[in-house]
């Protein structure tokens, strides 16, 4: 069983258009996050979760706008896509509270045109 | 803030022994961890520091120096399938956040 899946793997989108990437994580795990990789591999924290409620909130447009209905799962909405946004999309888990390793999900290739 | 800085490419033979440096400046220091990225691959933990010194596991072993603000990833015995991006990332005090280096794609030749 996947332990941190995201779906879709791949999204190519025009710009100005509205997308969501969603998460599921099935390790038991209290806290989620999003991750962006631009192309230059630069991994940078956007959101975390713990517990559903919003933890982590780095300077990020505010047309990402995340969702965790539950703890197993963290959703990311992205509003008017713009050409930046390109870039791999990466959820991933920990325990938290003072758990270090972070499990990350096979990633979301987005292509804005 | 953090900044942390790696080299951005090292090559080694297979066989050989590497390691991998970073330094880093942070507001507040928690641990430094060590992530493995495949291309087109998702990260992968391989260690953690919290205090000094080294921590061995099986080929890796990670060493920490707090009061130099400075650790290191050694890949001994290397395998072509170590070729990938590694990792530095440091935990501030505050809590779950990461804070990722740039990472540094290795490759391993015959």
């Known amino acids: 069983d996947t332990a941190v899946s995201q779906t879709p793997k791949y999204l190519v989108t025009q710009m100005g258009n509205d997308k969501s990437i969603k998460c599921e994580q099935n390790?038991?795990?209290?806290?989620m996050y999003w991750y962006k990789q631009d192309s230059k591999k630069f991994l940078k924290i956007m959101f975390s979760y713990n517990n559903k409620e919003l933890i982590i909130n780095e300077t990020v447009p505010n047309r990402f706008s995340p969702k965790s209905p539950d703890k197993a799962h963290l959703n990311l909405h992205i509003n008017s896509l713009e050409l930046g946004d390109s870039a791999v999309y990466f959820c991933?888990?920990?325990?938290?509270?003072?758990?270090?390793?972070?499990?990350f999900g096979p990633g979301t290739r987005l292509l804005v045109l | 803030g953090q900044s942390l800085e790696q080299p951005s490419e090292v090559t080694a033979v297979e066989g050989a022994i590497v390691q991998i440096n970073c330094t880093y400046q942070?507001?507040?220091?928690?641990?430094l961890s060590w992530y493995q990225q495949h291309d087109g691959g998702a990260p992968t933990f391989l260690s953690y520091n919290a205090l000094d010194g080294l921590e061995e596991t099986g080929r890796f072993s990670s060493f920490l120096s707090r009061s130099d603000s400075y650790g290191y990833l050694l890949l001994q015995e290397l395998q072509m399938k170590d070729s990938a991006s590694y990792f530095c990332a440091v935990r501030d005090r505050g809590g779950n956040k990461l804070t990722f280096g740039t990472g540094t794609q290795l490759k391993v030749e015959l």
């Open positions: 390790l038991g795990h209290d806290t």
């Open positions: 991933a888990s920990s325990r938290g509270g003072g758990k270090e390793t972070q499990y």
């Open positions: 942070t507001s507040g220091f928690y641990g």
